[in-house]
Nanobody
């Protein structure tokens, strides 16, 4: 089992920044790729970003490339999502997820956090 706890969400104006954190516990953190996915009201959960266990490879949705950065600190069992130039369309519940392999489909991720709300006002 892997337990994930997100933090750092909140309300921000368009153009602002936020950093989300996800603390992991349980099975060996470095065995897993980590991802951030989000779900806006009335929409399906979607892939945002992911990072492999070594931190050397990252992947992003086209909608956030150049604005969001995913990173991980294996010594702290924590993964981060730094978000810049936020837009109202980034408003969603952001979930941290863990899996052996990175998938774009949310249905393939094995472990999930409870989610943290990010609201971007215009």
């Amino acid at each position: 089992q892997v337990q994930l706890v997100e933090s750092g969400g909140g309300l921000v104006q368009a153009g602002g920044s936020l950093r989300l954190s996800c603390a992991a516990s349980g099975r060996t953190f470095t065995s897993y790729a980590m991802g951030w996915l989000r779900q806006a009201p009335g929409k399906e959960r979607e892939f945002v970003a992911a990072i492999r266990w070594s931190g050397s490879n990252t992947d992003y949705a086209d909608s956030v490339k150049g604005r969001f950065t995913i990173s991980r600190d294996n010594a702290k069992n924590t993964v981060y999502l730094q978000m810049y130039s936020l837009k109202p369309e980034d408003t969603a519940v952001y979930y941290c997820a863990a899996n052996k392999v990175i998938y774009y489909s949310y249905q393939r991720w094995q472990y999930w956090g409870q989610g943290t709300q990010v609201t971007v006002s215009s």
